[in-house]
């Protein structure tokens, strides 16, 4: 049964850095696109970034409002993707979920409209805050 796990998160001053991981047991993360979404209060859920299955060569994605200061990333050895942020602002404060979604065709549409998803993990809070 698919479970994700996902770590990392927590209280940071803004300008701080964090990194979230996420892995899960019995499946491999390397053939599903993955991709990052957050939640803040009051606000729907939006894509922060994604990254395509190793097949279709792990090219990436990012929302706007983090370009230049999230980077996502696979290690396959530990079927684990990462995110890491950096410059972190208040405005990024929010409830933080992995998702995979297999034989995905547009990386944008799995970003942006959550399009295609098969599985989300539980998320994880990240608050910046001084």
């Known amino acids: 049964q698919w479970q994700f796990v996902e770590s990392g998160g927590g209280l940071v001053q803004p300008g701080g850095s964090l990194r979230l991981s996420c892995t899960t047991s019995?499946?491999?993360?390397?053939?599903?696109?993955i991709g990052w979404f957050r939640q803040a209060p009051g606000r729907e859920r939006e894509g922060v970034s994604c990254?395509?299955?190793?097949?279709?060569?792990?090219?990436?994605h990012y929302a706007d409002s983090v370009q230049g200061r999230f980077t996502i990333s696979r290690d396959s050895a530990n079927n684990m993707v990462y995110l890491e942020m950096k410059s972190l602002k208040p405005e990024d404060t929010a409830v933080y979920s992995c998702?995979?979604?297999?034989?995905?065709?547009?990386?944008?549409?799995?970003?942006?409209?959550?399009?295609?998803?098969?599985?989300w993990g539980q998320g994880i809070q990240v608050t910046v805050s001084s």
């Open positions: 990254i395509s299955s190793s097949s279709r060569g792990g090219t990436t």
């Open positions: 019995g499946e491999t993360l390397d053939n599903y696109a």
């Open positions: 998702a995979a979604g297999f034989g995905i065709l547009s990386l944008q549409a799995l970003c942006t409209d959550k399009r295609g998803i098969d599985y």
